[in-house]
C-alpha cells in the first residue's frame, strides 16, 4: 500500500504533553486528580473588568517561566502569547514522550506531520492589548508584534514553527467539544492519508477580560452559597453546583497508525476508537440542548455493541446547573450497565484539555478520586463518581469521553487500553 493512500490501521496514541494548574506533565496532574481537590488561584481583578459580586477563582498554569525553559526558549518564548507558550511546551514534551523528538525538533517526517489544535477563546492577553492600542491611540499605533499572536489559529501555527511540523495545521473553536473534535480531525488525517504522524489537543489561556465576560453570561460558580460554603467550587453532578471554575493549560497528543508505531517500538498509550459528533437543535446559542435522549439513540446506531464495553465514563462535566443534568440522562439512556464515572473538570477546571490527558492517565491504571466538594451527589440525577478508595481501582480497558458545548455541539469518542 502506498503510504500516502487512505488506511484503516488502527489509530494509537503514543506521546502525552499537558500543564496546567496541576504543573508540568502527567505525573502532576495524575498527583491532583488523586488528591481531588479543586485548583485555583484569585482572579486578578485589578483591570475592572469584574462586578462586585463577581466569581474570585481561576485555575490558573501553576508553572512559572523557568519551569519552561527545558521546552522553550526564553527568545522564542517572548515572541508568543501565554497560549502559544502553552502549546508548544505540550507538544514538545508529548513528542519526546513518543520518541519523535530530539532537541525539541521532530525526527521524523516533517511534510508528513499534521497538527490540529482546538482552543475556546484564542489568545485573549495579545487580542486585548492590541484593541487597547487601538482605542486609546488608534490604529497606526497598533503593535504588528501583538497582531501575529492574536488569532485564535496562532497555537497550531507556532506548535508547526516550533517543532518543524510541515503537514496539514487545523484549529477547531467549538468550545467546550473542541479537544474531541481535534482528536477526531487528527484520526481523519491518519485515515486518509494526508499524515503519518499528527500533533493533536486543546489549549487555552484564561486572562481576567475573558473570565470577567464567562462570570457575567453566569457561566462559572458564584461566591453565593450557603452559610459555610465556598460557593465557587465545581462540583459535578453534585446537589449544590453553581457553574464551573474557568481555568487553562494544554494537553497535547502524539496519534500514528498503530503497525507505525508498533514498528518502531513505540509505547502504545491508547487505541482510538470512534468519535460521534452531533448537534441539538434545541439548544440557544449560550445554552444546553433539551433532547440527550435523542444523542443516546444516536450513540448506539453508530456504536452499537462497543458502548456494552464502556467499563469508564471520563465525563465533561464541569458543575454547570443544566449541562450536568444533560449529561447524566445522556449516560443513563446509553449506558445501562453503569460504568464507572470520572469528571476530572472537578480538579482542573474547564478548558484547557484535562479530560483528554486524564482519561490517558486512567486508561494507564491512575487513579482519580471522586471530588472532595463532591460529597452530596444530586438524587435527581442519579451519578455517583468513582472513588479508589471506596470502589478500588479503576482498572478500565475502555473509556468513553464525552463534550457537551454551549449552543448545541456534542462529541462523544472512545478510547481503548491496548
Known amino acids: 500500500m502506498n503510504q500516502h493512500s487512505p488506511s484503516h490501521d488502527a489509530i494509537v496514541v503514543t506521546g502525552l504533553g499537558c500543564l496546567g494548574a496541576y504543573g508540568i506533565g502527567g505525573d502532576a496532574l495524575a498527583a491532583a486528580l488523586l488528591r481531588g481537590e479543586a485548583l485555583g488561584a484569585p482572579v486578578d481583578r485589578r483591570a475592572g473588568y469584574h462586578r462586585r459580586n463577581s466569581s474570585t477563582t481561576v485555575a490558573t498554569v501553576a508553572a512559572s517561566a523557568p519551569d519552561f525553559v527545558p521546552w522553550l526558549s526564553e527568545d522564542a518564548g517572548r515572541r508568543m502569547s501565554d497560549l502559544s507558550q502553552f502549546a508548544v511546551v505540550a507538544a514538545r514534551m508529548a513528542l519526546q514522550h513518543a520518541g519523535l523528538a530530539a532537541d525539541g525538533q521532530l525526527t521524523g517526517d516533517r511534510e508528513r506531520t499534521a497538527v490540529t489544535i482546538a482552543t475556546a477563546f484564542g489568545p ?32 497550531a501555527g507556532q506548535i508547526a514553527i516550533a517543532v518543524g511540523a510541515r503537514g496539514p495545521n487545523n484549529t477547531i473553536c467549538q468550545r467546550e467539544a473542541g479537544p474531541l473534535l481535534a482528536l477526531h480531525q487528527a484520526v481523519e488525517d491518519l485515515r486518509r492519508g494526508r499524515a503519518d504522524v499528527c500533533l493533536c489537543g486543546a489549549v487555552d489561556e484564561m486572562k481576567p477580560l475573558s473570565h470577567a465576560i464567562l462570570d457575567r453570561f453566569r457561566a462559572v460558580a458564584r461566591p453565593h452559597a450557603e452559610p459555610g460554603d465556598d460557593g465557587e467550587l465545581p462540583r459535578p453532578f453534585d446537589l449544590r453546583r453553581r457553574g464551573y471554575r474557568a481555568g487553562e493549560g494544554a494537553a497535547v497528543l502524539v496519534l500514528e497508525r498503530e503497525a507505525t508505531a508498533r514498528a518502531r517500538g513505540a509505547t502504545i498509550l491508547a487505541r482510538v476508537g470512534p468519535t460521534v459528533r452531533a448537534h441539538d437543535h434545541s439548544a440557544g446559542r449560550m445554552g444546553t440542548g433539551q433532547q440527550p435522549e435523542a444523542l443516546a439513540e444516536h450513540l448506539r446506531e453508530r456504536l452499537g455493541d462497543r458502548l456494552d464495553r464502556v467499563d469508564l465514563v471520563v465525563s465533561g462535566a464541569s458543575g454547570a446547573r443544566a449541562a450536568d443534568a444533560y449529561e447524566a440522562a445522556l449516560l443513563h439512556a446509553a449506558l445501562p450497565h453503569h460504568p464507572w464515572i470520572v469528571a476530572p473538570k472537578a480538579v482542573t477546571g474547564e478548558f484547557g484539555g484535562g479530560t483528554l490527558a486524564a482519561a490517558l492517565l486512567a486508561l494507564g491504571g491512575a487513579g482519580i478520586a471522586a471530588p472532595r466538594a463532591c460529597d452530596r451527589p444530586d438524587p435527581a440525577l442519579g451519578v455517583t463518581l468513582h472513588d479508589p478508595q471506596r470502589d ?23 478510547l481503548e487500553r491496548p
Open 392 to 414: 478500588g481501582p479503576l482498572r478500565a480497558t475502555c473509556a468513553m469521553l464525552t463534550a457537551h458545548a454551549a449552543g448545541g455541539a456534542s462529541a462523544i469518542t472512545l
Open 124 to 155: 485573549g492577553g495579545f487580542t486585548e492589548q492590541l484593541a487597547l492600542q487601538v482605542l486609546q491611540k488608534g490604529g497606526r499605533f497598533a503593535s504588528p508584534f501583538l497582531f501575529t499572536d492574536c488569532v485564535a489559529n496562532a497555537a
